[in-house]
C-alpha cells in the first residue's frame, strides 16, 4: 500500500504557482520523497526527489518539513501542460519499486 | 537517448490467445521493472529485476503471466492464455542503482 495521502484533485490558474501537498507520517530514516507526474495516456514522468533538504531544480521545487511528514511540491508558473496527476512516493533507492498511490489530478486552468 | 523503448504500443487480441510484451530499457541501466495501470488499480508493480535476475515477482497476478530478461538490453512480459480482465496498459521501467526510474510510453492492450 501506498505510504502517502495526497488531495484528490486540485486547480490552479495558469501562470500562477501550484503548491501540491502531500503526507507521509510513516516515512523512514533512509526513504526519499519522489515526486512524478503522468499526462494523459503517457507513462510517469520523474520530477524530483529529496531526503531532508529542500530541492529545485528546473522543473519544480520540493519542500520537505523538517519532522519530515509531509512535503510539498511546487511549480513556480504553472502553464496548461502541467496538467497532470501528481504522485508523491516514498521509498529506498531507485533500484527499489516504486508504490504508486492515487495521486493528486491537477488542472491548469487558462 | 532514446529513452525506453516498449512494443507494440498497442494490442487488441481475442481471449485465449498468448500476447507478448517487449521492453528495451535505458543503455546502462541495470534495473527493469514492469508495471500495470487500470483504472480499478491504479499502477501497480508486477515484476522487477537486478542485473537481468528476477528480484520480487509477487505482483504477477497468476501463472498465466511469466517474464523474461534474458540480458541487459531486453525483456519480455507473456501472458498465456490472455483474459478479458488482462486489459491494462502495461508499463516498463528502467534505472540505473540508485537513480530514478524511467519510463516508457506503454503497451495498451485489449482482450476481447
Request: glycine share 8%; proline share 6%; charged share 20%.
Amino acid at each position: 500500500d501506498a505510504k502517502t495521502t495526497q488531495p484528490t484533485s486540485m486547480d490552479c490558474a495558469e501562470g500562477r504557482a501550484a503548491n501540491l501537498p502531500c503526507n507521509h507520517s510513516t516515512i523512514s530514516g533512509n526513504e526519499y520523497v519522489y515526486w512524478y507526474r503522468q499526462i494523459h495516456s503517457q507513462g510517469p514522468q520523474y520530477i524530483i526527489h529529496g531526503l531532508k533538504n529542500n530541492e529545485t531544480n528546473e522543473m519544480a521545487s520540493l519542500i520537505i518539513t523538517e519532522d519530515r511528514k509531509s512535503s510539498t511540491l511546487i511549480l513556480p508558473h504553472a502553464t496548461l501542460r502541467d496538467t497532470a496527476v501528481y504522485y508523491c512516493i516514498v521509498g529506498g533507492s531507485g533500484n527499489t519499486p516504486l508504490v504508486f498511490g492515487k495521486g493528486t489530478r491537477l488542472s491548469v486552468i487558462a | 537517448d532514446a529513452g525506453v523503448i516498449q512494443s507494440p504500443r498497442h494490442e487488441v487480441t481475442e481471449m485465449g490467445q498468448e500476447v507478448t510484451l517487449r521492453c528495451k530499457p535505458i543503455s546502462g541501466h541495470n534495473s527493469l521493472f514492469w508495471y500495470r495501470q487500470t483504472m480499478m488499480r491504479g499502477l501497480e508493480l508486477l515484476i522487477y529485476f537486478n542485473n537481468n535476475v528476477p528480484i520480487d515477482d509477487s505482483g504477477m497476478p497468476e501463472d498465466r503471466f511469466s517474464a523474461k530478461m534474458p540480458n541487459a538490453s531486453f525483456s519480455t512480459l507473456k501472458i498465456q492464455p490472455s483474459e478479458p480482465r488482462d486489459s491494462a496498459v502495461y508499463f516498463c521501467a528502467s534505472t540505473l542503482w540508485g537513480d530514478t526510474q524511467y519510463f516508457g510510453p506503454g503497451t495498451r492492450l485489449t482482450v476481447l
